[in-house]
Every structure is written in structure tokens, then in C-alpha cells.
């Protein structure tokens, strides 16, 4: 009896005799995806993690089962159980084969036989130990799922989960820290909705009465268009019930809103008003019952903030904070305000989990980096200081050399495809312009709005280029040059580049704009990071995607730095220009000419730490022994199609992907070869074959074997190897292949073919031929076959 049959005649029963399925309440979850598997590159993904059932009750997961068939033991699923119940933060596990049960205490660490499945109420009472009143009122609400077109992923139910809990035990400051991307406005909704329709409201929760009224919930951000992406995400709830404060509609009507359910305002808005009276004063203290702060390491919770007073002024309230940095020294008043978080997500997990995009950096070094002035040079404009070393934090700030721009632009157009969207990250917004202008200047493009700039002095101009851009079926504007503002918060799919041309100084900062190119897209296997600025070094710092740290106590200043100010909006000024005229310079005609550049690439491991090309180069060639033993063995479990794919899957669930693989390609100039003669030159110092000299070789070691209608079949299969790769030879592209060589009339293909089992060994068969050729071999075949001189 396979697995599916023993969960069908054994295992589906038993959980009905539980009264899961049947209790009203309860559901049983089949085959339910816990992680994507992190993307490889070629539009493949590493093992999904999927538990093959969850138990539901109350809109709460409660349990995973881990099922083997009748024949296997019925604890081989116990690791499986006990990795899944870990992902999923429930308190129970179980693997079973059908015949017997073994149960998993992940809470107490007790584990062994039972006779039965515990029953929907037996379970949550031992996951709920006490009995609470808002949990269950809670519990009551499913999840919005806009007709089933909304599914949250695993970590997001945990967070709004623990939120909850949170508030039903009486906490009133909460603080959730999930990595930029991974939808933390989505969680924000979904809290909303709960309280929304359990009517949680702040009087009733502390009198422990029965509801009466709905809330009044603020979502808090400090940038217009965080707080427009969140109204536009809450669309699920009645019209009448959202409201968007604005300082037009409060100076049009006299008044700020209060008809309504959930609000929307930024920082800036809340502190003006008439007189320098803020806004925020003309509600009661008590008027929101829930504050969501967005961003909120950079808002109100800061101490030396000016936003900090909203927060306090509404400290009734129960108040969530919203962050993707973990607890460093330069947020550490956020911390302290909102205490330790409920729950964390960091950027490696979801890279990991296939939730995030995976991504590479480019580090570019150029002659040109750092600048002593010479007297061949022209000083055009201000003062220049004999003998000072420029660096990289005073150009475009307190020097600029136009001929340096220019170089830095041109390299990076002729490094990037020029049709992917592209974020350049500028010094100061009048750089931005500059960089703007240079793009533009040397685009291939034909259109004028090819590269736009998009700061806070573009306004609404510059708000409509960065909604086009954020529209994946529009392809202008390509490329946005900015400064700060698009470091945060915008969610732009399909970013493909992010370019460093200016000094990351924060690892908050830092974490944000890699972030701008995280979130997932259709045909998006990763992205790069173009870095001009040697920003990489933050990937070094232990503080990145390490354990929070208890950080030192904050020196003064404000944490992480404020936002540009909103247009029309008070707020704190992010990029003072240097009071004194800024050194512009010429080179002289020669230094120009002769500026010169150098590339590196950083891979990174499965453990999120970066790697020079020769430690990757070490660990591959530390863990290919763990997969074959020798080159025979190698070259055996190649050229099986399936035994291949079962290698590659291997090696990528260690980090080495399609994609590191590919870029080891070209470092060692084996662009042109198969995957297979990367893996034979690390592991056995094997000298690289073209994917053609293989083709050759095997066209000359196979011909006995087919007809003359085979070989032409063959021949053609070796031709789109060659072209594209040793993908063409998986046993998916078989089906493609023939009716690309017989125009879709596949029964002509089985006519000159034989058989469709005939046709699939000689498609796996003749592989074989491909890899038993050594270079020596295949050398001496073309050799023989083209005359050439082996002199």
C-alpha cells in the first residue's frame, strides 16, 4: 500500500473518527505548502517545503501529521514532523504509516505512541492551556482572503498570531520585525480585520466587558506613498469605514476627520496645523483604540524624535510597531519603547524559504575613486585644498568631477541590460539630476523619459514616474535616479538592478535598499546589486542578518536618520547641502582617457554570508565529495537525466544554485561548457570542453547505434545543446523537442522514430556518449575529423 493509499483507507478515517473535518470549526489542510524552496536561477527552485497535513480549529493552526506508507516505519516521518511544527510554531506533531501514531510535545519535548488523534477541543486546550475571552473572539474571525485570491504565508500568520495573543494577555506595546518585502502591510491588514470584526475596542478590553463597538485604528507612516500603498491594501473594508487625512482636506473643511474606522496620515501631517498647533491635538488622547507605526525605527518611537510626541500623546492606545531592522545600537530607543519583538523574519529566512528574490553583487573599483588634486587639472569653481585626499563621501557633496560620473555611468550601461528596471542611488538629489542626465545621455533607448529622477523636490511630477515605474506592464521610466526617498517602503516588483553611487553608512539604511530589489516576480531569479561605493563591506559586518544584539545606549541623534520631507509638509531636512560652494574640477584631457576599472563578484552561501570567488571555489570543491566520489562516478550520475537533476537539486540545497554556477562559468572561462566540466574542473582539476567539442565527440562514438532518421534526430537535440545548454537534455524537454523538430506533428516523429519508449531511450541513451569523452579524446577526434595539426 503506497502513501496515498495508506492516507486514503487509514489515516484520512482516523482523523474523522477525531471529529477533525466533522467538528464545526476543524479542518484538515492537505498537502499544504509551507516554503516556496529558494529560487536556483533558469526559473527553478530548491524542495518546497510541504506538510502533507496541518490541523486547523478556529482559524488556528494546531498540528502537523507526517504520513510514510503502510510498509515504512511509522516514525521515519518523525524528523519531518518536528522540522515542520518548528516552521509553523505549533505546539503538536505526529508521523503515523497508518497503523501506528507517534506524538511530538513541541512545547515540553515529551513524545511517544498514542492510540488516537487528540480531538479538536483536546488539542487546543493543550495549545491554549488558559482560557482567554479576546483569543477566542478572535479565533472566531478567519483571515480576509478576497475569495481565496489572498493566502498568507506561514510566517505572516504567525506574526498576526502572535500580535493577538499579544493584545488578548493585556500587552499594549508590540513590536513585529520582519525583513523588507515580506509584507508586513499585509499583516497590518489582517490585524485590522480581526479587530475590526470581533469589535476589539480599547474600553472594552480593559473593563473585560462584551464588545460594543468596532475601533478606531490609525495606520502611522512617515512618506505619503507608505500611507497610500496601505489605504489601497485595505480595500476589503467597507468604504465608509477608511479615511485618509490629508492637510488639503483638513484646511478645506475646518477640521480633522473622525467618521470612520481606520485612518491613514503620515508624521508631517499629524505635527502641523494652524498657529503650531499640531493636528493630532484636536482628537481626544483616547480617540484610536489600535496604532500601527510603520517604519517605525525612523518615526515616533525614536526618543530624540519630534514625532515622538503623537505616540505619547495617544498612549491609551495599544500601539504596534512595524520594522525590518533588528535591535542595533542606532535603533535602539525603538526597542526600548516597544520592548523585544513578538516575532522576527530576517531577510536570510525568506531567502531561504523562497519568499524573497536571492541576489548578487558586482563591486566595482575605479582609478578614479579617491582624488588628489595635480596642477594639470582645472579647478573650475571654489576653493581646492592642496594635497587632500578626496574620498568617496565628499564627491557630489563637496567636490565634483564631471569626467568621474561620466566614466562610472558608462561602465554601468554597458554592464547591465539596458531593458531591466534599475534604481540608481545618488549622493544628493542635484546628483541625482546629474546621473539622470548622464543615463539618458548614453541610453539605447529612444525614449525621453528613459531615465527619470525621483525625489521629494520632483513632487507630484516625480510621485506619477515612480507609480509608472512601479506598474510591471509599463517599461517607462527604466531607470530612477534618487537619493533617500526610494530607500524605503517602495514596492517596485520587478527592480532587476539597485546601484550604489553614493555611502551606505547605516546597516539600517543598508538592509532598506537591498530590500528595494527583494520582492518576488515572475521570470526574476535574482537581482544585482551594482556597487561603486564599496558598500558591500556592510555584508561582513556581523550585524548583518545576525541575532539581535543588546546594543549600546543610544549617544543622541536621531536613529536611522529622518525621510526628505513630504511636499507641502514639515518635516526633518535629510540632505543639507555644504554651506561653502562646492570644487567643481576638469582632469586633464589625458586622466580622463585613461580611467581604468576592476569587477569582482560576491556569492553567498545558504547561510546568508558573502564569499570571494576563490572561498566559493573552496567550499564546492570541500562538498562535492559528499555527492560523487570520483570523475567515473561523476560522469556516470550525468549522463542519466534524472540522476542529474537529483545532483543539481542537491547541490543547490547547499547554496550552489544555477545561478553562482553559471557566474563560476565565467570565471573560469568556461562560458561555452557544460555544467558538468565546471564540476570536473573544481573537483579534478579537468581541463574544460565546449559543450560543441562534446557534440562532435559524441556524434563520432555514437553513429553505429542509430539510424540514419535517429542520428538526424540526435543531431539536432546536440545542436540545441549547444546552443542553450545542458537544460535541452532533461527528460521535460523531450516532449518540446519533437514537435520543434517535427512541427508539432508528433505522430511523424514516433513514424521515423519508433515508439514513444523507444524515442525516450534513445534520447537518454545517447547522452551517455557525451560525457565518456576526456579532453585528450576529444581533441584527438577533432583532430582526426577536421585534420587539424596537433603540433
Given at each position: ?31 499544504h ?40 516505519p ?21 508521523a ?68 493577538l ?8 506595546r ?36 462584551e ?10 507612516a ?25 492637510p ?22 499629524f ?56 535591535k ?15 516575532f ?32 594639470d ?23 565634483e ?6 566614466y ?20 544628493t ?9 548622464l ?13 527619470v ?7 507630484a511630477?516625480?510621485?506619477?514616474y ?13 531607470i ?40 518576488l516576480?515572475?521570470?526574476?531569479d ?18 548583518w ?10 549617544k ?10 513630504e511636499?507641502g509638509?514639515?518635516g ?19 586622466k ?53 537533476k537529483a545532483?543539481?537539486a ?33 573537483a579534478f ?25 535517429q ?15 545542458v ?23 514516433f ?6 519508449e ?15 569523452v ?5 581533441f ?12
Open positions: 500500500m503506497n502513501e496515498a493509499e495508506t492516507r486514503a483507507e487509514h489515516i484520512d478515517p482516523a482523523l474523522k473518527a477525531a471529529g477533525w473535518g466533522v467538528v464545526e470549526g476543524s479542518r484538515v489542510l492537505r498537502e505548502g509551507i516554503t516556496l524552496g529558494r529560487l536556483q536561477g533558469g526559473g527553478k527552485r530548491a524542495k518546497a517545503e510541504i506538510a502533507d497535513y496541518v490541523l486547523v480549529y478556529r482559524n488556528t493552526k494546531l498540528a502537523v501529521i507526517e504520513a510514510k506508507a503502510w510498509d515504512k511509522y516514525t521515519e516521518g518523525v524528523g519531518q514532523a518536528k522540522s515542520y511544527a518548528a516552521k509553523l510554531a505549533v505546539r503538536s506533531a505526529f503515523t504509516n497508518g497503523q501506528a501514531i507517534y506524538s511530538i510535545d513541541m512545547a515540553t519535548g515529551a513524545e511517544g505512541d498514542v492510540a488516537c488523534y487528540p480531538s479538536p477541543d483536546e488539542l487546543w486546550k493543550l495549545t491554549f492551556a488558559e482560557a482567554n475571552a479576546w483569543r477566542n473572539r478572535f479565533a472566531a474571525i478567519p483571515f480576509e482572503d478576497k475569495g481565496g485570491t489572498w493566502q498568507g504565508r506561514y510566517y505572516q500568520d504567525i506574526a498576526i498570531d502572535r500580535v495573543e499579544a493584545i488578548a494577555t493585556g500587552h499594549d508590540i513590536l513585529l520585525t520582519l525583513a523588507t518585502g515580506t509584507g508586513k502591510t499585509f499583516i497590518a491588514f489582517q490585524l485590522a480585520w480581526k479587530l475590526f470584526q470581533s469589535r476589539w475596542n480599547l474600553s472594552d478590553w480593559k473593563s473585560g466587558a464588545p460594543t463597538r468596532r475601533p478606531r485604528i490609525l495606520f502611522l512617515d512618506r505619503n506613498i507608505l500611507a497610500d500603498q496601505a489605504y489601497n491594501a485595505f480595500s476589503a473594508f467597507p468604504d465608509d469605514a477608511l479615511v485618509r487625512i490629508a488639503d482636506d483638513i484646511r478645506k473643511k475646518g477640521r480633522v476627520p473622525k467618521n470612520g474606522s481606520i485612518f491613514f496620515t503620515i508624521f508631517q501631517t505635527m502641523s496645523g494652524p498657529g503650531g498647533a499640531p493636528y493630532f491635538g484636536e482628537y481626544p488622547p483616547d480617540f484610536f483604540d489600535f496604532i500601527v507605526i510603520d517604519e517605525c525605527h525612523r518615526g515616533g518611537a525614536n526618543d530624540e524624535g519630534t514625532w515622538r510626541a503623537i505616540l505619547e500623546y495617544f498612549a491609551p492606545a495599544v500601539q504596534l510597531g512595524l520594522t525590518a531592522t533588528p542595533r545600537t542606532t535603533n535602539a530607543d525603538t526597542y526600548a519603547y516597544f520592548g523585544e519583538p513578538v522576527v523574519y530576517s531577510l536570510k529566512e525568506g531567502i531561504n524559504d523562497g519568499f524573497l528574490t536571492p541576489f548578487k553583487v558586482k563591486q566595482i573599483a575605479t582609478t578614479l575613486d579617491d582624488y588628489v588634486y595635480t596642477p587639472d582645472q579647478v573650475v569653481e571654489g576653493e581646492i585644498e592642496a594635497g587632500k585626499r578626496y574620498e568617496e563621501r565628499d564627491f557630489n557633496k563637496i567636490i568631477i564631471k569626467e568621474r560620473e561620466a562610472r555611468v558608462k561602465l554601468l550601461m554597458g554592464m547591465i541590460d539596458q531593458r531591466e528596471k534599475t534604481i540608481v542611488f545618488c549622493a538629489q542635484t546628483h541625482a539630476l546629474a546621473v539622470r542626465d543615463i539618458n545621455q548614453g541610453k539605447t533607448s529612444t525614449d525621453p523619459l528613459y531615465c529622477r525621483v525625489t521629494a523636490n520632483d513632487g511630477m516625480g510621485d506619477q515612480l507609480r509608472d515605474f512601479q506598474d510591471n506592464e509599463k517599461t517607462i521610466p527604466t530612477l535616479t534618487t537619493s533617500q526617498k526610494l530607500s524605503t517602503g517602495v514596492d517596485a516588483r520587478n527592480v532587476r538592478n539597485i546601484v550604489l553611487l553614493r555611502p551606505i553608512n547605516s546597516m539600517i539604511e543598508f538592509k532598506q535598499i537591498i530590500g528595494r530589489g527583494t520582492r516576480y515572475d521570470g526574476k535574482y537581482f544585482t546589486i551594482y556597487d561603486f561605493v564599496k558598500a558591500h563591506h556592510h555584508f561582513s559586518d556581523p550585524e542578518d545576525g541575532e539581535p544584539l543588546e546594543p549600546e545606549p543610544p543622541g541623534g536621531r536613529a536611522g536618520g529622518g525621510p526628505e520631507p511636499p509638509d514639515p526633518p531636512l535629510p540632505e543639507p547641502e555644504p554651506p561653502r560652494r562646492k570644487i567643481k574640477v576638469q582632469l586633464a584631457d589625458g580622463a582617457r585613461n580611467i581604468q576599472s576592476m569587477t569582482a563578484t560576491t556569492f553567498w552561501s545558504a547561510d546568508g554570508r558573502p564569499m570571494s570567488a576563490a572561498q566559493f571555489l573552496e567550499v564546492l570543491y570541500g562538498t562535492l565529495p559528499e555527492f560523487f566520489k570520483d570523475e567515473d562516478e561523476l560522469r556516470r550520475i550525468w549522463s542519466a537525466p534524472d540522476t542529474r545532483l543539481l542537491g547541490l543547490a540545497d547547499k547554496g550552489f544554485g544555477r545561478e553562482p554556477l553559471a557566474e563560476m562559468q565565467k570565471i573560469i572561462e568556461a562560458e561555452n561548457s557544460d555544467l558538468f566540466d565546471v564540476l570536473a574542473y573544481v582539476a579537468a581541463e574544460p570542453l565546449t559543450r560543441s567539442e562534446r557534440a562532435e565527440a559524441a556524434k563520432a562514438t555514437s553513429a553505429a547505434e542509430f539510424t540514419d532518421k542520428q538526424t534526430f540526435v543531431d539536432f537535440v546536440l545542436a540545441q545543446y549547444i546552443k542553450q545548454g537544460d535541452e537534455l532533461d527528460q521535460e524537454k523531450l516532449s518540446p523537442l519533437l514537435k520543434l523538430k517535427y512541427k508539432n506533428a508528433l505522430a511523424d516523429a513514424k521515423e522514430l519508433g515508439k514513444p523507444q524515442v525516450r531511450q534513445l534520447f537518454v541513451g545517447f547522452q551517455r556518449h557525451l560525457y565518456q576526456h579532453s585528450s579524446q576529444a584527438s577526434t577533432t583532430t582526426n575529423q577536421g585534420g587539424r595539426d596537433a603540433s
